[in-house]
Every structure is written in structure tokens, then in C-alpha cells.
């Protein structure tokens, strides 16, 4: 089977972790995203005017409304899913009404939790699904504190992790293609009697990885954003194809393969590039001389490139 290579960035899809405390936002957050679409696991968006489906009653019916979204039944641009600590718990219920368990540990030690990462994975699977028929994903979660020691560390100090099993969590982190904590900005002063006092409150995202809690991005986001309409719609620019903040052009690579220093460009070629060269020149203003560059360089044609848009 013959191969053939692609090059440069692709657009496609985001699948989205958004987690923080109770009542920050995330909810708000994510219906601003385009053409969203809530699976409202908690019952959480009552006060919200959201496109909702009804509040799955099962973990079959979870993985039947994600699948009705995937075959197109369900248009929508982002699937939401309010939260994933809910639909663990819909899973942990499944898992001990179909093998008669009384909980989740009845198994054994340990057991009950490697069938939960299994099956929840079902659900990130088929989510993934979505993502390929176009349609990005993202997944609310409730943020708990644990402590934390490293191996290589003394001693150990409490972060901000997923509201989610300790095998589940770090596999919904390496599904997501960005996970961001929303958080509370607080300063913490001294009074004149020494005594500590908190200041400030303003709602943050975090897109980047702390010792204090789990963050991740592909896009070149900031490390911090505020929590607001005009993160919400830099954001939803990714998610529709719009080019992400601070990312260079290119990342190491060309978006078409160049020629060797020695090489030269066969006549078909050249005569193909000056065809496309002249298409645009004729079909396009003249201001947009360094667009007609680029995609002369490229051999894509003004038709090629409004049937893309």
C-alpha cells in the first residue's frame, strides 16, 4: 500500500478536560462554545438557556445520547458532558448492578477500579468518535485536593486533581487534548498583627502545568486567562479552525516539501504553479498579493480553497 505524507498543522477538533470548584463557572464556560450541545449528567444547567439532552438515567443511556451525536442525529458543534465525575459514578453503578457487587471494592483489592478504567474508557472511545465525525468534546469535572509526594522529594503537599478515581483521572488526562483548571485568584496578606488574610478572588483559567495543579494546552495559550466571555471566544476560535495565541506559523516543518538545494523543479510543475499563480490573480483583489504567494507556492487553487472554506 502506497503512503503518502502530510505537512504542517491540521485543524481538527479539540477534546476539552475543564475542571475546577463547584460554582465557578464551568458550565457557563462551555456554553459559550460553538454550537454546543449539554449531556447534563448532574442536572447542573436548569438555570441555563443550554441545548440539553435529557439527563441520562444510565451509563447505556450516556453511551446512547454520545452515539445518537456521533451518527449525526444530534447536530452540534461541541458535545458537552456535565461532568465526568458524575458519569463515573453512573459507570460504577453499572459495574455493580451487572456483576452484583455491593460497591466498587467488592472485587478485591484494587479489582473493581481496573473494571472501572475499562469501562469508562468505553465512553472516552466513543467520544473520540465524535471528534472524528467533526465535532469537538469536552469533558466537566469537579477539582478535589489531595496531598502528593514525588519520589525524589522529601515530603509530600496537597494539589488540585480531577474529582475522579485514581485509575480514571490519568487517563482522561492523556484522552484530553487540552485541560484547563479554573481557579480563584487570591492574594493572602499580613496584617498589622501578623495574622494572614485573603484578598482578591478573581476567576482564572490555568492552561499550563503547576507543582499546585494539573494543566495542559497544544495552542500556545497563556499560562493564565481570565475566566470570561473573551476567553470563551478565544478559545471557540480554536475550536472552529482559528489560529491559536502566540503560535509561530510552523513548528519545524514546511507546509510542503521544499526541493534540494541541487534539485530543480520539472516544467509540469513550474507551468502548474504559474496556471495557479495567474487563477489568482485573476480571481482575487489585489491586496490579498501575499495570500496569492502562498498558496501559488502551495498549488491550491481559489476554488480549492473556497470548497475548504
Known amino acids: 500500500m502506497a503512503y503518502s505524507l502530510e505537512y504542517g498543522i491540521r485543524t481538527v477538533p479539540i477534546r476539552m478536560v475543564v475542571y475546577g470548584s463547584e460554582g465557578i463557572g464551568k458550565s457557563t464556560f462551555a456554553a459559550q462554545l ?30 446512547d445520547e454520545v452515539r445518537a451525536v456521533r451518527i449525526g442525529e444530534i ?19 453499572h459495574l455493580c448492578q451487572k456483576n452484583n457487587w455491593e460497591s466498587i471494592e467488592s472485587p478485591g483489592y484494587g479489582k473493581g477500579y481496573t473494571h472501572l478504567e475499562e469501562e469508562f474508557g468505553r465512553l472516552l472511545d466513543a467520544l473520540s468518535e465524535v471528534v472524528e465525525h467533526r465535532c469537538s468534546v469536552v469533558l466537566l469535572c ?51 498583627s501578623g495574622a494572614s488574610k485573603a484578598k482578591g478572588g ?8 503547576n507543582p499546585v495543579w494539573d494543566a495542559k494546552n497544544r495552542f500556545g495559550l497563556p499560562d493564565e486567562m481570565p475566566l ?51 487563477d489568482y490573480s485573476s480571481a482575487e483583489p489585489s491586496h490579498l498579493a501575499a495570500l496569492h504567494d502562498l ?15
Open 202 to 209: 478573581a476567576r482564572v483559567i490555568r492552561t499550563s502545568h
Open 34 to 63: 460553538p454550537e454546543a450541545v449539554f449531556i447534563d449528567v448532574e442536572g447542573g444547567t436548569n438555570q441555563l438557556p443550554v441545548a440539553r439532552l435529557p439527563k441520562p438515567s444510565s451509563w447505556s443511556m450516556l453511551l
Open 75 to 93: 447536530p452540534c458543534k461541541t458535545l458537552v458532558i456535565d461532568t465526568a465525575d458524575a458519569a463515573e459514578v453512573l459507570c460504577i453503578r
Open 228 to 278: 470570561d466571555n473573551d476567553s470563551a471566544a478565544k478559545i471557540s476560535a480554536l475550536m472552529v479552525g482559528g489560529e491559536a495565541l502566540n503560535m509561530p506559523p510552523t513548528i519545524g516543518i514546511s507546509s510542503s516539501p521544499q526541493p534540494a538545494q541541487n534539485e530543480t523543479v520539472s516544467e509540469p510543475e513550474k507551468s502548474e504553479e504559474a496556471h495557479a499563480s495567474a
Open 142 to 192: 469537579h477539582s478535589i485536593m489531595r496531598k502528593f509526594e514525588r519520589p525524589d522529594e522529601s515530603g509530600a503537599y496537597d494539589r488540585f486533581e480531577l474529582k475522579l478515581s485514581k485509575k480514571v483521572a490519568p487517563k482522561v488526562k492523556e484522552w484530553c487534548d487540552m485541560l484547563l483548571f479554573c481557579d480563584y485568584k487570591i492574594f493572602v496578606s499580613k496584617t498589622k
Open 295 to 309: 498558496m501559488a507556492s502551495s498549488g491550491v487553487t481559489s476554488d480549492e480553497l473556497r470548497e475548504a472554506v
